[in-house]
Structure formats: C-alpha cells, structure tokens
C-alpha cells in the first residue's frame, strides 16, 4: 500500500479517499498538467464533495477552482470517474427521500398525504376528486349529452 492509498482529504467536514484509478504510478508526463499543476487528490475530493450537493459540473470545477475543460479532459482519461460523478448527483435525491420516509415514520399526517398525492395522484390529488363530484343534474347533463352524441354517431352511419 503507497502512502496515497491512506491519504484521506477533508473537504467541509467529508474525508475522501483517493479511488483506485486515481493511485497510479507517475511517469513522466508531456503537455498541460490536468489540473493546471493543482493537487490532483485535493481537486477530485472537491469535485466528489460539489457533485455530492447536486452542483453542475460548472458549479463543481469552480468550487474545485479548475476548468470545465480540464474536468471533461479528466472524466475522458478516467471514465470510471464520470460513472462516479452519476452516482453522487443522486446523492441529494436520496438524502430527501430519507427525510420523507423518517417523517412518515414519525407520524407526519401531512408528509404522509403530500407523499401520497405525488405518488399516486390517481387516488388521493384533491384536484382529481374535485372532478368527479359533480351534481346529481350535472351527471344528468353528462348522460344526456352523451346519449344524444351516440345517436347523432349512430344516425350519421345509417345515412
């Protein structure tokens, strides 16, 4: 194990760790360093920390202070990393959907009905009930109007 492999990187209270493409022997290397001669490591625990909260990636490589270019430039030497930005955009989407399932949990009636009416808007959105509580002479003038565009159908064949 090199002394990267231990290496932890805090980023606002979140340690990183350095993946495995990301630990391998440096040989000499021609043109543009990556990240314009910053840290490697501490960069990519930036970016890991930006698309963890949801940033684009333009958020990101200006919280990690690179270009958008060097982060494609990157993502193309190491498409694994690309996969692993996917999965941490998808980190704030879990973290509300814990914080509905705790509050259904707890007991939260108007979490619970909010969660429900988003879900299956079939069954509990107001809107759709609303709807379906027309009058008794509202219904009347449903069938009728329904009666008579079925005839008018009918005749217009038999003509």
């Given at each position: ?40 490591n501490e960069v990519i625990a930036k970016l890991q920390y930006a698309f963890s909260i949801g ?26 990393f690309r996969d692993k930005i996917r999965l941490l955009q998808t980190t704030p989407t879990l ?65």
């Amino acid at each position: 194990m090199s002394v990267i492999e231990n290496q932890k990187i805090d980023v606002n209270d979140r340690l990183y760790t350095p993946s495995s493409y990301q630990i391998q022997p440096r040989t000499k290397v021609l043109g543009r360093p990556l990240f314009d001669g910053k840290n490697e490591n501490e960069v990519i625990a930036k970016l890991q920390y930006a698309f963890s909260i949801g940033s684009t990636s333009s958020e990101a490589c200006n919280f990690a202070d690179i270009s958008t270019d060097s982060l494609y430039r990157y993502c193309r030497k190491y498409p694994e990393f690309r996969d692993k930005i996917r999965l941490l955009q998808t980190t704030p989407t879990l973290m509300a959907r814990m914080t509905i399932f705790k509050a259904i949990q707890m007991g939260d009636v108007k979490t619970a009905l909010w969660y429900l009416e988003r879900k299956r808007p079939q069954e509990f959105s107001p809107r759709v009930a609303e709807q379906y509580q027309l009058s008794k002479q509202e219904r009347r003038i449903k069938y009728l109007e329904n009666v008579l565009f079925e005839n008018r159908v009918r005749f217009s064949w038999a003509e």
